[in-house]
Each structure stands twice: as structure tokens, then as C-alpha cells.
């Protein structure tokens, strides 16, 4: 890792922190709105309003990185982050959530293009840019364990009615992660488009096709467990929304484990043996936990303990593969391809939020694991073909 990476890890990691915890009170928030009587289709609903946006926003937003600079682009969206969450608990209607998940979608877009940006504009060598890229990305699931955590003591504690407060914790370590910022000297990413729209010219080669496809079905399957897994322990374990949300918070526990093992040992493996080790383990824990789900009932309590342990294998999962493909990438492109990459884990997170919420709605929670194992398999099969294909440098 070069020195640049070294000096500026700490306000990467806090970014994706931030964005993790903002982006993963989903969860929570779904819990807390369906106890007020707010129908699981709306709820389904809701996650669009995050994602869209960040669709939508990540076609200009190369542009807009490029002409007002990483280093500025990056603060300018922590600020809106900070400002909005600052206000959340003082809005209470449900127009708002609406409102404040677009916001974070758009500031997400950017946040993202620039610390990839920033990261392949210090890292060359694959191994390592695959270890530096674990390292930062771990941080989000601690963002995810922290969020779980601090919410879920807060909305069992007599302070309950007031959960929403917990947002303004957030926004202290955005301006926390600002003030580092502005301190850091950031080697700014190679940027030459001066057009509105970025060209994608390249991107539909075969290598690049199955490549976002494996990202699409891997973000979906993590919006699974992130988003739904506590109403899923409430409503199918019949457990309350405290142990739901703390149950949830060992997944990312198990999943910041995950990316950090992975971080440190991914040097010494291929990464296409290291992907596919990875998920035959999620599919062997997700068949245990289906045949749990459909044969032995008195057993379901062992769920608590098994789905946690899928991220152990999830969590590498997106890292890695980010990180073999970023590689092949020239500089120059960056910011276009993570602009690629943040508009397909949008409409994934989208689309599996609309339809996993049929699910809840229909009370059919009994297929939650063989739904999320169909999406494994089809990442399997889809690596498969991308590790035996020949990627050259575009």
C-alpha cells in the first residue's frame, strides 16, 4: 500500500462508515414504521427512493467529481449527509424518509466513485489493490454492526419513542470525516471527460457484461440479509425488534471478520479460487438452513446462528471481484466504470427490495433462503464463465 493510502485511510474508512450506517437503517427503519401501521408494500417501496436516485445521479456524476475535484466532491456530499440526518428526527411524517433516502442515494454515487477513485489512483498490483480495497470496505460492515447495535439499545430503552434522534450521531462523524478530509493531501484521480454524460464505450465486451451481472446478483443478495433479515427474525422467529436487530448486527460482525481475514490473506491465494471457495460455503449454509426451514421447525432457532455466519463468505465477495476487474482498468476510467458499478448495485437493491417484500406481505417467509440461494447459484454459474474468460486490459 503506498504512503498516499496510508495517510488517507483513516477519513476512507470513516466515509464508508458513514454511508454504510446510513444506508443500512433500512432495517431498522422498516421495523420501526411497519409498528406504526406502514404496509410492507410501501416499505418495499421505499428502498427505490434510495436506490433510483443513486442511478439516476452516478451518470453525471463523473462529471461533476471531475470539475470540482475528488477531494471537494467527496466533502460536498458527507456535508449533505450530515446536514439532512441532522434534521431527520425533528420530521416525522413518512414523505421524509422518501426524501432523506434520495439524498443519501445521490451523495452515495459520489462518495463511492470518489474513494475508488482515489484508491486506484494509489494502487497498481491486483493482489493489493484487492487488500487495500477489503481493508476500506470493512469499515462498512462495522457501520452496519454500529447501526444495528446503537439502534437497537436505543428502541428497548425507556428513550425509545425517540429513536430517531440516533441519527445526529451520524452526522457528528460526518463532520468528524470532513475536518480529516480537509487536513488530507489527496492525489486527485486521472479525469479527461469534459462531457455531461460519461462514455461507456468498452464496457459491453463479454468480460465487462458478466461482470455486472455478478455484481447485480451480489449486491441483491446482500440487500437480503442487510435490508429484510431483522423483520425476517421478528415476523418468522417471532422475536422482538431488540434481539432482531442485535441478531442482524453479528452478521456484519461476522461480515467485517470476513473482509478483514480476506485483507489479509488474499495476497497468498488466486483470487478466482479464494470467490469461488467463498460462495460453495454460502450455498452449503444456505442448504442446511432451507433444509432447517422446511424439515426440522423445532430447530429454527439455530437460524439466529447460521445466517450470520453466511457473511463470513458474503462479504469478500464484492471486494474481490471489484478489485480483479478495477485492475484491468486505466486510471482515466475509473470514475466511469465505479459509475457503472454504483448504477447496477442500485437497481439490484431496488428490485430485490420490491420483490422480497412480497414475501413479507404474503407471509411465504418459509422461501427466504431458497430465494436468496437461487441468486447464489446464479453467481456461481455466472463466475464460472468470467474466471475462464481472458481479460485483457481495455
Known amino acids: 500500500m503506498s504512503t498516499n493510502i496510508n495517510k488517507i485511510a483513516l477519513p476512507l474508512k470513516l466515509t464508508f462508515l458513514i454511508f454504510s450506517m446510513v444506508l443500512n437503517c433500512m432495517g431498522i427503519v422498516i421495523i420501526q414504521l411497519s409498528a406504526q401501521k406502514v404496509g410492507y408494500d410501501q416499505l418495499g417501496f421505499l428502498e427505490s427512493f434510495k436506490d433510483l436516485p443513486v442511478a439516476v445521479f452516478s451518470l453525471f456524476a463523473v462529471n461533476f467529481i471531475g470539475r470540482f475535484g475528488t477531494k471537494k466532491a467527496l466533502i460536498s456530499a458527507l456535508l449533505l449527509v450530515g446536514i439532512c440526518s441532522l434534521f431527520l428526527p425533528f420530521i416525522t411524517v413518512f414523505w421524509f424518509f422518501k426524501f432523506w433516502f434520495a439524498i443519501i442515494g445521490a451523495c452515495f454515487a459520489i462518495g463511492k466513485i470518489c474513494v475508488y477513485g482515489i484508491i486506484r489512483s494509489n494502487v497498481?498490483?491486483?493482489?493489493?489493490?484487492?487488500?487495500?480495497?477489503?481493508?476500506?470496505?470493512?469499515?462498512?460492515?462495522?457501520?452496519?454492526?454500529?447501526?444495528?447495535?446503537?439502534?437497537?439499545?436505543?428502541?428497548?430503552?425507556?428513550?425509545?419513542?425517540?429513536?430517531?434522534?440516533?441519527?445526529?450521531?451520524?452526522?457528528?462523524?460526518?463532520?468528524?470525516?470532513?475536518?480529516?478530509?480537509?487536513?488530507?493531501?489527496?492525489?486527485?484521480?486521472?479525469?479527461?471527460?469534459?462531457?455531461?454524460?460519461?462514455?461507456?464505450?468498452?464496457?459491453?465486451?463479454?468480460?465487462?457484461?458478466?461482470?455486472?451481472?455478478?455484481?447485480?446478483?451480489?449486491?441483491?443478495?446482500?440487500?437480503?440479509?442487510?435490508?429484510?433479515?431483522?423483520a425476517f427474525y421478528k415476523d418468522h422467529l417471532k422475536i422482538n425488534s431488540f434481539f432482531a436487530l442485535q441478531a442482524s448486527s453479528f452478521l456484519a460482525l461476522c461480515s467485517y471478520t470476513g473482509r478483514t481475514i480476506t485483507s489479509r490473506i488474499i495476497q497468498r491465494f488466486p483470487l478466482s479460487k479464494y470467490f469461488m471457495f467463498c460462495l460453495m460455503m454460502i450455498i452449503a449454509i444456505l442448504v442446511i438452513i432451507s433444509m432447517i426451514q422446511f424439515f426440522f421447525h423445532d430447530y429454527s432457532k439455530a437460524l439466529l446462528f447460521l445466517f450470520p455466519g453466511i457473511g463470513l463468505f458474503l462479504s469478500p465477495l464484492y471486494p474481490v471481484i471489484n478489485s480483479k476487474m478495477i485492475a484491468q482498468i486505466d486510471r482515466d476510467r475509473i470514475n466511469t466504470f465505479t459509475s457503472v458499478i454504483v448504477i447496477i448495485s442500485s437497481v439490484s437493491s431496488s428490485i430485490n427490495s420490491i420483490t422480497i417484500s412480497i414475501l413479507f406481505k404474503n407471509q411465504i417467509l418459509t422461501y427466504y433462503s431458497v430465494y436468496i440461494l437461487g441468486a447464489v447459484l446464479l453467481v456461481f454459474l455466472l463466475s464460472y464463465f468470467y474466471f475462464r474468460t481472458t481479460i485483457k486490459k481495455i
Do not use: H
Open 124 to 230: 497498481k498490483e491486483e493482489g493489493l489493490l484487492a487488500k487495500t480495497m477489503n481493508s476500506v470496505e470493512a469499515s462498512f460492515m462495522i457501520g452496519i454492526f454500529l447501526v444495528n447495535i446503537g439502534f437497537g439499545w436505543l428502541i428497548s430503552s425507556r428513550f425509545g419513542e425517540y429513536w430517531r434522534f440516533g441519527f445526529m450521531s451520524i452526522s457528528l462523524i460526518c463532520f468528524i470525516t470532513i475536518f480529516l478530509l480537509l487536513k488530507a493531501k489527496i492525489t486527485e484521480p486521472e479525469n479527461k471527460s469534459t462531457t455531461i454524460l460519461p462514455s461507456l464505450k468498452g464496457f459491453g465486451k463479454k468480460p465487462f457484461l458478466i461482470f455486472f451481472a455478478i455484481s447485480f446478483f451480489i449486491i441483491f443478495i446482500e440487500q437480503s440479509f442487510n435490508s429484510w433479515l431483522p
